[in-house]
């Protein structure tokens, strides 16, 4: 129940609706900006595009085609029920996630998809440095980089 003297609906119209861009002289340099894949139409794209397998996920990447509205980079995040329950598949989810928000504004490109696939047990025991290690190298994989 709300308090008889607490604030009215205005202080929760802006915590309900999008938060307004801020943009600064300090973020001219800053790095692109990733959204989430979340339909599945987006997901079957990325699966008949490049691919990269390491040892601890699956990395997904294609290039928008000229009439999708999509700007910037967006990322997607899976784990089949082969990774475990929900707790293990969430758990590998978040570190992909982390790995991800940590490498793919250097490395990815703009206009770009990619989705992540997590391992049964390789993607929650495999040691983070080495999570972003093979990220980094599946990313120039997909880009055709020879490095």
Known sequence: MTPPDAPKAEANATAAGPRPAVLSCADANAKPQMDTLRKRADFLKA???RRQGT????LQGRKR???ETASGIRVGY???????NA???NHA???LREAAREVIPELGREG??????GKKT?????PFDLLLKDLKYAMRKVHGDTR
């Open 112 to 117: 770009w998809d990619y989705v992540l696939i």
């Open 47 to 49: 699966a008949r595009a």
């Open 122 to 126: 390789d993607t929650s025991a495999r």
């Open 65 to 67: 085609g000229e009439g």
């Open 93 to 95: 989810k978040r570190r």
């Open 87 to 89: 707790v293990f598949r």
């Open 78 to 84: 899976t784990c089949s029920k082969k990774v475990g």
């Open 55 to 58: 040892s601890s996920f699956l």
